[in-house]
Nanobody
Framework: QVQLVESGGGLVQPGGSLRLSCAASGFDFSSYVMNWYRQTPGKQRELVATAGTFGETSYADSVKGRFTISRVDAKRLVYLQMNSLKLEDTAVYYC?????????WGQGTQVTVSS
């Protein structure tokens, strides 16, 4: 079955950096678009970044120039490098794949930006 396991969250000061990782299994990883979302209490889950299957990437306007998504297909991993973190980046971050018409999510990893 499809499994997505995120790691790398934590507490960081404004301006700091974190790298999130997502380990995927249960599907042909290299053939599917991978996404990072985030969610804060009381708000809808927000698409942060997307990594396509041909090296293409896209980002929410709020993170452009600060976050970088990447994938290593041979290791079935997708990363989110987050630099210049802001207070408003505080959220639970989720790895996501749309596979066979079903949305799959990891358990999420908490990122807290605070001084």
């Amino acid at each position: 079955q499809v499994q997505l396991v995120e790691s790398g969250g934590g507490l960081v000061q404004p301006g700091g950096s974190l790298r999130l990782s997502c380990a995927a299994s249960g599907f042909d990883f290299s053939s599917y678009v991978m996404n990072w979302y985030r969610q804060t209490p009381g708000k809808q889950r927000e698409l942060v970044a997307t990594a396509g299957t041909f090296g293409e990437t896209s980002y929410a306007d709020s993170v452009k120039g600060r976050f970088t998504i990447s994938r290593v297909d041979a290791k079935r991993l997708v990363y989110l490098q987050m630099n210049s973190l802001k207070l408003e980046d505080t959220a639970v971050y989720y790895c996501n794949v749309w596979y066979r018409e079903v949305d799959y999510w990891g358990q999420g990893t908490q990122v807290t930006v605070s001084s």
